[in-house]
């Protein structure tokens, strides 16, 4: 059985940032990739970041340069630091671990106001 349990969502002005943390449950560890995804309303879920065991990351071409996904093996933790946020930036985030079809954290609200 694998949880995920995000924190650290909120409102923020245009230009400030959030730190994101997904405690994960389970043997999630033993395995390769976790990463955060985000879904605006009326819109799909999309992947934001992810990263391996190994530390090896991959951003979606909107974020890079302004968030940074990192991961504490010890703590079972992973993060993800939003700098210069943006109000396109606003959405659900969701932890996940092992791509769509695995499992997702219950969101956090990120909100950017303008």
């Known amino acids: 059985q694998v949880q995920l349990v995000e924190s650290g969502g909120g409102l923020v002005q245009a230009g400030g940032s959030l730190r994101l943390s997904c405690a994960a449950s389970g043997s999630v560890f033993s395995f390769s990739r976790l990463g955060w995804y985000r879904q605006a309303p009326g819109k799909q879920r999309d992947l934001v970041a992810d990263?391996?065991?190994?530390?090896?990351?991959n951003y979606a071409d909107s974020v890079k340069g302004r968030f940074t996904i990192s991961r504490d093996n010890a703590r079972n933790t992973v993060y993800l630091q939003m700098n210069s946020l943006k109000p396109e930036d606003t959405a659900v985030y969701y932890c996940?671990?092992?791509?769509?079809?695995?499992?997702w954290g219950q969101g956090t609200q990120v909100t950017v106001s303008s």
């Open positions: 990263i391996t065991k190994g530390g090896s990351t």
């Open positions: 996940n671990y092992a791509g769509p079809s695995g499992w």
